[in-house]
C-alpha cells in the first residue's frame, strides 16, 4: 500500500509538470498570436524566460529564505543534542547529506525545509515544535522534511513558482499590447477562423495566472502526499507523523514569522488560513491523516 502510494503521487506529479510546461508553451503562443498571427516565437519566448526566471531562483540563497522567517542556525551537537542527532540519523537512513539547521523563536508548532539540492538543504523547527511533540512525533516531522529534500521538492517548488512569474508576465503584457496592437487576415474564411482563435487567445491571457496558480498549488498538495509517505516509509511509524499533524493542525496560533511566499514550505499551513479549496497550499489535514492511518 505504501509503496504503490508513493508511485502513483510521483506519476502524478510528473503528468502535473508535463501538463504545466506545455500551458506556458501555449500562453506563450497565444501572447503573439494576438498581435502578430503567429505563435513560434511566443513558444520561444516562454521557454527562455522560464529558463531564465527558474536558473536565478535556484541559485538564490537558502539563507534568504532563513531570514525571512528569523530562523537562527546550529552548528553544533551542544545546542540541540536531540534536534541534531534526529536530523543526523535520519538524513542517514535517507542516504543524503546532513542538512543545515536551523531553529525558530516562535510558540506555533511547524517545520520546513529548502534547499534546491540534497547537498543544499536546510531544515528549520519552531521552538513550539520542539516543546509539543514527542520523540517519535518529531522523528515524522523531521523525516518528512528530509523527505523534501531527497525528493527534489523545493527545486521543483521554485520551478513552478518561476513558472507562474512567467505565465503572469506574459499575460500582462499580453493584455497591455491589445490595446496597440491589431492584425488583419487575407481572406474572409481566415479571418472568420483566426478572430475565433484570437478570441480564444485573449481570454487564455486574461485567465492564465489564475490557472497557473491552481496548477502550482496542485503540485504542492500532492508533494506533502508523497513527503507524508517518504517519511512513513523512512520511519515506519506513519502513526507518529499523523499524530505530529493532528497537534500542529489544531494548534490556532499562526507562525509569526511566516509570510505568504514562504507559507507553501511549511509542514502544515503556518498563516493558519480557515478555508480550504483550491487555492490552499496544503492538502486537508485529515485526508494526509487518513492516508497515514492507513499505510
Same mark, same amino acid.
Given at each position: 500500500?505504501?509503496?504503490?502510494?508513493?508511485?502513483?503521487?510521483?506519476?502524478?506529479?510528473?503528468?502535473?509538470?508535463?501538463?504545466?510546461?506545455?500551458?506556458?508553451?501555449?500562453?506563450?503562443?497565444?501572447?503573439?498570436?494576438?498581435?502578430?498571427?503567429?505563435?513560434?516565437?511566443?513558444?520561444?519566448?516562454?521557454?527562455?524566460?522560464?529558463?531564465?526566471?527558474?536558473?536565478?531562483?535556484?541559485?538564490?540563497?537558502?539563507?534568504?529564505?532563513?531570514?525571512?522567517?528569523?530562523?537562527?542556525?546550529?552548528?553544533?551537537?551542544?545546542?540541540?543534542?536531540?534536534?541534531?542527532?534526529?536530523?543526523?540519523?535520519?538524513?542517514?537512513?535517507?542516504?543524503?547529506?546532513?542538512?543545515?539547521?536551523?531553529?525558530?523563536?516562535?510558540?506555533?508548532?511547524?517545520?520546513?525545509?529548502?534547499?534546491?539540492?540534497?547537498?543544499?538543504?536546510?531544515?528549520?523547527?519552531?521552538?513550539?515544535?520542539?516543546?509539543?511533540?514527542?520523540?517519535?512525533? %518529531?522523528?515524522?516531522? &523531521?523525516?518528512?522534511?528530509? +523527505?523534501? !529534500?531527497?525528493?527534489?521538492? =523545493? *527545486? #521543483? @517548488?521554485?520551478?513552478?513558482?518561476?513558472?507562474?512569474?512567467?505565465?503572469?508576465?506574459?499575460?500582462?503584457?499580453?493584455?497591455?499590447?491589445?490595446?496597440?496592437?491589431?492584425?488583419?487576415?487575407?481572406?474572409?474564411?481566415?479571418?472568420?477562423?483566426?478572430?475565433?482563435?484570437? %478570441?480564444?487567445?485573449? &481570454?487564455?491571457?486574461?485567465? +492564465?495566472? !489564475?490557472?497557473?496558480?491552481? =496548477? *502550482? #498549488? @496542485?503540485?504542492?498538495?500532492?508533494?506533502?502526499?508523497?513527503?507524508?509517505?517518504?517519511?512513513?516509509?523512512?520511519?515506519?511509524?506513519?502513526?507518529?507523523?499523523?499524530?505530529?499533524?493532528?497537534?500542529?493542525?489544531?494548534?490556532?496560533?499562526?507562525?509569526?514569522?511566516?509570510?505568504?511566499?514562504?507559507?507553501?514550505?511549511?509542514?502544515?499551513?503556518?498563516?493558519?488560513?480557515?478555508?480550504?479549496? #483550491?487555492?490552499?497550499?496544503?492538502?486537508?489535514?485529515?485526508?494526509?491523516?487518513?492516508?497515514?492511518?492507513?499505510?
Amino acid at each position: 500500500m505504501l509503496y504503490r502510494q508513493i508511485e502513483r503521487n510521483k506519476r502524478l506529479t510528473i503528468v502535473i509538470v508535463a501538463g504545466f510546461i506545455l500551458f506556458v508553451l501555449l500562453v506563450g503562443a497565444a501572447f503573439t498570436y494576438i498581435q502578430t498571427g503567429e505563435y513560434y516565437s511566443g513558444m520561444v519566448i516562454a521557454a527562455v524566460l522560464g529558463l531564465g526566471y527558474t536558473l536565478m531562483m535556484i541559485f538564490s540563497s537558502t539563507n534568504i529564505v532563513m531570514k525571512m522567517n528569523h530562523a537562527h542556525e546550529i552548528k553544533s551537537t551542544n545546542q540541540n543534542p536531540f534536534l541534531w542527532n534526529t536530523v543526523e540519523g535520519l538524513s542517514l537512513a535517507a542516504q543524503i547529506p546532513m542538512p543545515r539547521i536551523f531553529i525558530i523563536k516562535d510558540a506555533s508548532p511547524n517545520a520546513f525545509a529548502t534547499g534546491t539540492s540534497p547537498d543544499k538543504g536546510a531544515v528549520a523547527v519552531t521552538t513550539g515544535l520542539l516543546e509539543r511533540l514527542n520523540r517519535e512525533e %518529531l522523528e515524522g516531522v &523531521i523525516a518528512h522534511e528530509i +523527505a523534501h !529534500i531527497k525528493n527534489y521538492d =523545493i *527545486r #521543483l @517548488a521554485t520551478i513552478a513558482i518561476a513558472l507562474v512569474s512567467v505565465v503572469a508576465l506574459l499575460s500582462d503584457f499580453g493584455s497591455r499590447m491589445l490595446y496597440y496592437t491589431r492584425h488583419s487576415r487575407r481572406n474572409s474564411k481566415d479571418n472568420n477562423a483566426g478572430a475565433i482563435i484570437q %478570441l480564444l487567445a485573449i &481570454i487564455l491571457l486574461i485567465f +492564465a495566472p !489564475i490557472i497557473a496558480t491552481l =496548477i *502550482r #498549488l @496542485a503540485i504542492s498538495r500532492n508533494r506533502e502526499y508523497l513527503a507524508d509517505a517518504s517519511a512513513a516509509d523512512l520511519t515506519r511509524n506513519p502513526y507518529a507523523l499523523a499524530s505530529a499533524l493532528e497537534k500542529i493542525t489544531s494548534s490556532s496560533a499562526p507562525v509569526k514569522e511566516a509570510s505568504s511566499t514562504s507559507a507553501p514550505l511549511y509542514f502544515a499551513d503556518p498563516l493558519k488560513k480557515k478555508t480550504k479549496n #483550491l487555492f490552499s497550499t496544503h492538502p486537508p489535514a485529515q485526508e494526509r491523516i487518513h492516508r497515514l492511518k492507513n499505510m
